[in-house]
């Protein structure tokens, strides 16, 4: 009820939605958050650039946008590749007549180890992955941004709380997604002044995803062809004997996919309007 309530207030104020006719690329959304956050994008009345590597589940999630009225293409492909990046820069702008409005830096999962066993490749292509992709993207994308015609224009980075206080196990990731936040208030600073671009980060705690499921139901990635195993091992996630489950989130439940993307539809609509290079903790209050 609460959700319909505010549904109907917000579009009295919006009616066209609240973000009408921009542009959102967003990352890593054939699936889970970055899935979500496209179909409320879409809700809102946002052209979307669906970019991921599972060409499949991309263009199901437009293909589903596109039936329920909203406005969407998949553009699949490895983040990874430079001339993936400029091919997808490319068609979002011909998607948009020239325009390009949001980037959701989403895209990425984890590949973890202890500092004295991480290799040289775990090391590398999360670093890539969560860091160096964000980067080339904003790059690219430079040109539809850096411009001066009146229409808003934001890139919010996700992150997460392993790069806001560390987590052991993950020192490639924590690395990769603390620099995020330097990134961020960097392009706030930069493209801000001149331009109205706002940057914000948005970092997530316990969301419910493949990578924070029982490690034991065998969800995976491909790198290299060789399989990365994705979740958190059962007997790591227990609570300890006597304890409550999620003892340390004051909300006490991991937060959904949906909840996640709602607070990234938040950032990037006119309601945080005069808000940028911040980061916006989504924990369900853990790490307080």
Same mark, same amino acid.
């Given at each position: ?17 609240? #973000? ?19 179909? #409320? ?13 599972? =060409?499949?589940?991309?263009? =199901? ?10 406005? @969407? ?19 979002? =702008? ?37 860091? &160096? ?27 997460? +709380? ?15 997604? =603390?620099?995020? &936040?330097?990134?961020?208030? &960097? ?8 331009? /109205?671009?706002? @940057? ?10 493949? #990578? +924070? ?41 991991? /937060? &959904? $996919?949906?909840? $996640?993307?709602?607070?990234?539809? @938040?950032?990037?609509?006119? #309601? ?17």
């Amino acid at each position: 009820m609460a959700d319909r309530v505010n549904q109907i207030v917000g579009h009295l104020n919006y009616p066209k939605g609240l #973000l009408p006719g921009q542009v959102a690329i967003i990352t890593g959304s054939a699936q889970g958050i970055g899935a979500e956050c496209a179909r #409320l994008f879409a809700n809102e009345g946002a052209k979307v650039v669906i970019s991921d590597i599972d =060409a499949g589940k991309s263009r =199901a999630v437009a293909d589903k946008i596109n039936a329920d009225g909203g406005k @969407a293409i998949a553009v699949p492909g490895d983040l990874l590749n430079d001339e993936y990046i400029k091919e997808l820069v490319k068609k979002a =702008a011909e998607f948009g007549n020239g325009k390009i409005h949001i980037i959701v830096n989403n895209a990425g999962f984890t590949w973890d180890a202890v500092i004295h066993k991480m290799t040289d490749k775990q090391w590398d292509t999360i670093v890539a992955l969560h860091a &160096t992709v964000p980067f080339k993207l904003t790059r690219e994308a430079a040109p539809f941004f850096r411009v001066r015609d009146g229409e808003p224009r934001c890139i919010i980075n996700i992150s997460s +709380t392993s790069g806001l206080h560390g987590n052991a196990g993950q020192l490639n990731y924590a690395l990769a997604k =603390a620099g995020v &936040t330097g990134a961020t208030k &960097t392009i706030a600073k930069e493209w801000g002044p001149a331009f /109205g671009v706002r @940057a914000n980060t948005v970092a997530f705690g316990h969301i419910e995803t493949r #990578l +924070t499921a029982d490690k034991e139901a065998g969800g995976f990635v491909l790198v290299d062809g060789q399989k990365v195993a994705l979740g958190i091992p059962g007997g790591q996630k227990a609570a300890p004997a006597g304890q409550e489950a999620h003892a340390d989130i004051p909300l006490r439940r991991p /937060g &959904t $996919a949906t909840e $996640a993307a709602k607070a990234v539809l @938040a950032v990037a609509s006119p #309601l945080f309007a005069y808000v940028t290079g911040q980061t916006i903790s989504v924990t369900g209050g853990r790490n307080i």
